[in-house]
């Protein structure tokens, strides 16, 4: 293929991937960096140092893998955004100018351990792309919410005031006896997402307000459920990059339903669905009571 179709950023997203993998982690921007330090391209040179960026230990843990961070998620998208805007493939220079005008402190400390000059990193990677040298910082692409993929939750003291005091008042008004098996629970769950939705929706609160309640109300929710039921809750811990269970459906079976059945596909989730929504229906009738003089904020 000729290199001017080929993206040629995508082997050092690659090896990123590869080198965060060596330490179990999700990909962060340090390791874009120490990938496009590997790779040889016309920005290699510019971060050759005899001090490393990354410090891996000598004993890798199992090697399992994962995605990526959502830093990691807006250099690689701001680099190919600023490539499309000149009419280019996305290259290592794209990627080490994003990492650059990101600012992630992480990387920038990376390349101050390893005596490297920020100016002159980013002079290199403007040069890569006959770009003049004043040309200001690339716009970033905004950050995915605060409180979704791993970006943590807005602390409680920095959320609406009026939402938080009003999930306070359900998280102490939780109808806790009337769980008495796992699906109640779930069904709870589901009706109090709605309730921070709701609540979001009626304030007008940002997105970033809106999952950091959403997260921190249901962390709030499922340890008093488990201190209530531990027979049928028990505190998760996330592990954003854990294993993933595949169900082990042979591939035979799915040949002969797709060759005799076909008209069937998706009904099972069809009526799942319908039964969920029965369920927490009727756990929301149960329940009504409990939050009749819950605060109208």
């Not at 791993?150 to 109808?175: K, T």
Request: aromatic residues 8%.
């Amino acid at each position: 293929m000729d290199d001017s179709r080929r993206d040629l950023g995508r082997p050092v997203i690659y090896r990123a991937f590869a080198i965060a993998a060596e330490t179990d982690e999700l990909c962060r921007p340090v390791h874009l960096l120490a990938a496009l330090r590997e790779i040889e391209s016309p920005v290699s040179t510019a971060l050759i140092s005899p001090q490393p960026l990354l410090y891996l230990p000598p004993h890798p843990p199992r090697r399992r893998g994962g995605g990526a961070s959502f830093l990691a998620m807006q250099t690689q998208q701001s680099a190919r955004k600023f490539a499309l805007e000149r009419n280019e493939k996305m290259s290592p220079a794209h990627l080490l100018l994003a990492l650059v005008d990101q600012g992630d402190t992480e990387a920038l400390d990376a390349l101050a351990r390893a005596e490297l000059d920020l100016a002159g990193v980013r002079r290199a990677a403007l040069e890569a792309l006959g770009a003049p040298a004043d040309l200001p910082p690339i716009a970033m692409l905004p950050l995915t919410s605060a409180g979704t993929g791993d970006r943590p939750p807005l602390p409680v003291e920095e959320l609406n005031h009026r939402a938080w005091s009003a999930l306070c008042w359900r998280q102490y008004h939780l109808p806790l006896h009337k769980i008495k098996r796992r699906s109640h629970y779930d069904a709870l769950q589901h009706l109090e997402h709605r309730a921070v939705w709701h609540l979001s929706s009626k304030l007008r609160v940002n997105d970033d307000q809106r999952y950091s309640l959403m997260r921190h109300h249901s962390d709030r929710v499922e340890r008093r459920a488990s201190e209530s039921k531990p027979e049928f809750v028990q505190v998760r811990y996330d592990q954003p990059h854990g294993p993933t269970v595949i169900s082990g459906v042979s591939h035979r079976r799915l040949a002969l339903v797709s060759r005799w059945l076909n008209f069937t596909v998706g009904w099972g989730t069809w009526f799942g669905n319908r039964r969920v929504g029965l369920r927490d229906r009727w756990f929301h009738l149960r329940t009504l009571g409990h939050f009749r003089h819950a605060p109208q904020p």
